[in-house]
């Protein structure tokens, strides 16, 4: 079945600092990807997403690119911000059968020190 | 726009009472309703679909008669939980489907709520 694989955390960062968070998946066909926040006391949040190949989702200062050679969505950003602490999910939406499932990844919880 | 609530945030009930969690969308209806299970340190797992007006689809390995859903309006879905145990402890979020544009749509997710079987 299909399968969202992210890289564990936790992540610590200082501020200003490059991020990366690897995101691989496994899925029959050409899924939707998406990256998800949840801020500490809230629900997930939309961050970005990519519906096809070569896509790049970006929102926020964050990118994440669609590479199908790979099937992976990394998401990146330049320079980190103390407000960008919260957990980041990893998460894809199979075409299969109209399906409307996500399924997402363990999640990595990135903390941002001033 | 587009705020899904949950009730109550936390709660705590002891083994063999039931517990209802209700997911509200606040500015939009929908149709569509999503309930998530995440474990501690593991990814969100979706137990079940509700629509609006008919019965939830559940997922493979989810009971049914455990975990009761209703959806009788279009903001309104809740999840009991059956008799519920220790192993049940979990964090129970909701989603909710709402169109963004022209086809497409997102799907908006709740606060979560923590439940503690004692």
């Known amino acids: 079945g299909d399968s969202v694989t992210q890289m564990e955390g936790p992540v610590t960062l200082s501020e200003e600092a490059f991020l990366t968070i690897n995101c691989t998946y496994t899925?029959?066909?050409?899924?939707?990807l998406f990256w998800y926040v949840q801020y500490p006391g809230e629900g997930l949040q939309l961050l970005l997403k990519?519906?096809?190949?070569?896509d790049k989702g970006s929102n926020k200062g964050f990118e994440a690119t669609y590479r199908k050679e790979t099937t992976s969505f990394h998401l990146e950003k330049g320079s980190v911000q103390v407000s960008d602490s919260a957990v980041y999910f990893c998460?894809?939406?199979?075409?299969?059968?109209?399906?409307?499932?996500?399924?997402f990844g363990k999640g990595t919880k990135l903390t941002v020190n001033p | 726009g587009a705020v899904v609530s949950q009730h109550p945030s936390r709660v705590i009930c002891k083994s063999g009472t039931s517990v209802k969690i209700e997911c509200r969308s606040l500015d939009f209806q929908a149709t569509t309703m999503f309930w998530y299970r995440q474990f501690p340190k593991q990814s969100l797992m979706l137990m079940a679909t509700s629509n609006e007006g008919s019965k939830a689809t559940y997922e493979q390995g989810v009971e049914k008669d455990k975990f009761l859903i209703n959806h009788a309006s279009l903001t309104l879905s809740t999840l009991t939980v059956t008799s519920a145990h220790p192993e049940d402890s979990s964090f129970y979020i909701c989603s909710a489907r709402a169109p963004t544009s022209g086809r497409a749509y997102e799907q908006y997710f709740g606060p979560g709520t923590r439940l503690t079987v004692t």
């Open positions: 899925a029959t066909g050409y899924p939707s």
């Open positions: 990519a519906t096809k190949a070569d």
């Open positions: 998460a894809l939406r199979s075409p299969q059968g109209g399906s409307e499932k996500l399924v």
